[in-house]
């Protein structure tokens, strides 16, 4: 075997992908400390053929449903980040444009807006009441029902292809391609690590990490252990992802050459074809179960019925319409749910008496990624009224998005301005050591013809400020950390009830 495929190099720039916004995390770390010895031992796995997959740590996620998870070592991560960039300059020139998953540019809002674009070019076209028609459909049970030898094979004819391609580097170069043919030696280290990763089963001898009711919730049928022997791949790991992908081309091909579907689209295993009448999409339905069942041995989920473009569709968690989209109701409900979750923790007291606000700062970091994350799904749909109707039911979250701690480099008297400058006709109570220094409601000036500041407009009575670490300069750093509400201020809507 020719060493020079497999360099430390190449194992290096691996784990500086793999360890991407992961560094935080006990597995990274706990590799980090030995991470030239971790490196060699597995370039010399690697380069010897005695490579073999870790034990995966196995989990249950909640979140949309409760689906099994198997999470490769971080070993194994590493050689996954070595291998599938060098299978993407391979497949990707013959993967079809819009497949948007797990493919660099692409995404869920990428794909989100090329629906739309469909349907909009299709609403367009047609008359009023002669509307374009769409089918989704998807697969029962993916990841679990993936035939390993039909996956190899893919992957083997991709590589041999590869090998005999005798192309000069002007034209690879100008078309975009590989940037030279692939060699023997290469190829054939692709093809021992697929078969070796393939060959795995993750499900074998898996750490279970996690409460065993959860699992539970898991359909058996839903279970890597049950998918069967040759079947499946662990929903987690980069190589999952990828294969699916190249598992899926031939269907792919199957919808763009053969049905000749003009609009056509998929993530994962979620798919839309669009088309002039319901009758056409009818028959591509008969052929697609033909075609999945007799090459990929796949079963669609439900056989779904054509519906017209303007109706809308339910796709990535937005309904996509003609000219504008919304965000799905069980997103939203999601959002709802965890609210009342972090209300539970920061929030006590009830309206009547006046409630505080904790701003606890563990859990304020788990709002403020979890709020992050669903401003930018929110961003992408049409959703002001969702949020003012958001920041209505729970206006506790408006009052802590300006909880931030004090500036670099302030002195006391500087930070005291600053939160006297922030909370306003409040009576401020800053940490100074071991005593509370209070500070009283400023009074805002104004001239004759100006309007008076209505002091009851401020729902915060008093702000408790403490000391939360050092600055650079050596002084000490504070942040807001309770906020007293005024009573008859609204908690939200769907509290007062609750309150006692």
């Not at 990828?242 to 763009?256: L, T």
């Amino acid at each position: 075997m020719n060493n020079n495929v497999i360099t430390f190099k190449g194992l290096y720039e691996a784990y500086c992908g793999c360890r991407r916004r992961k560094r935080r995390t006990q597995n990274a770390q706990r590799y980090e400390m030995r991470l030239l010895d971790n490196l060699y031992e597995t370039l010399s796995a690697l380069q010897n053929r005695s490579y073999s997959p870790h034990r995966s740590i196995r989990f249950v996620a909640q979140r949309p449903k409760a689906r099994e998870i198997h999470a490769a070592d971080f070993s194994d991560r590493v050689v996954h980040h070595w291998l599938v960039p060098r299978l993407e300059r391979l497949f990707e020139p013959i993967f079809i444009h819009d497949v948007y998953s797990n493919r660099v540019g692409k995404g869920t809002h990428k794909a989100v807006d090329r629906l739309q674009r469909f349907i909009t070019l299709r609403s367009q076209v047609h008359s009023v009441g002669n509307d374009g028609w769409f089918l989704q459909l998807d697969i029962a049970n993916f990841f679990n029902s993936i035939d390993k030898p039909i996956l190899f094979k893919l992957i083997q004819q991709r590589l041999r292809k590869a090998v005999k391609q005798q192309v000069g580097r002007g034209e690879l170069l100008q078309t975009g391609r590989i940037n030279s043919p692939l060699q023997p030696e290469e190829a054939d280290t692709l093809l021992w690590l697929c078969h070796v990763l393939l060959k795995h089963d993750a499900s074998h001898k898996a750490i279970y990490r996690g409460k065993p009711a959860l699992l539970q919730r898991v359909p058996p049928h839903k279970q890597l252990g049950n998918a069967g022997k040759s079947k499946g791949l662990p929903i987690g790991n980069l190589t999952s992802q990828f294969f699916a992908n190249v598992y899926f081309n031939p269907f792919d091909q199957f919808v763009k050459h053969q049905l000749k579907c003009r609009h056509y689209l998929r993530y994962v295993d979620d798919f839309i074809l669009l088309a002039d009448t319901p009758e056409q999409l009818v028959q591509w339905r008969a052929q697609i179960v033909a075609f999945l069942q007799d090459e990929l041995q796949l079963t669609l989920k439900v056989l779904a019925e054509p519906s017209p473009v303007k109706s809308g569709a339910d796709f990535l968690g937005y309904i996509v319409r003609p000219h504008y989209r919304l965000v799905r109701r069980r997103v939203v409900g999601n959002l709802r749910e965890k609210l009342h979750d972090f209300q539970s923790k920061l929030v006590r007291g009830n309206v009547r008496s006046g409630y505080s606000v904790t701003l606890q700062t563990e859990v304020m970091a788990e709002l403020q990624a979890t709020l992050a994350s669903y401003r930018g799904h929110f961003k992408h749909a049409n959703s002001y009224r969702l949020r003012q109707q958001i920041a209505r039911e729970f206006p506790w979250l408006n009052l802590i998005k300006d909880s931030q701690p004090s500036p670099l480099s302030m002195s006391y008297k500087r930070q005291q301005q600053f939160f006297r400058q922030r909370y306003p006709a409040t009576d401020c109570h800053i940490q100074r050591g071991t005593e509370m220094d209070v500070l009283p409601p400023r009074i805002s000036r104004v001239k004759k013809h100006q309007q008076p500041i209505q002091q009851q407009a401020n729902p915060i009575s008093r702000v408790v400020v403490r000391e939360q670490g050092h600055l650079k300069n050596g002084l000490k750093r504070r942040m807001a950390y309770q906020l007293f509400i005024k009573p008859g201020v609204e908690l939200c809507p769907n509290q007062r009830k609750k309150q006692r």
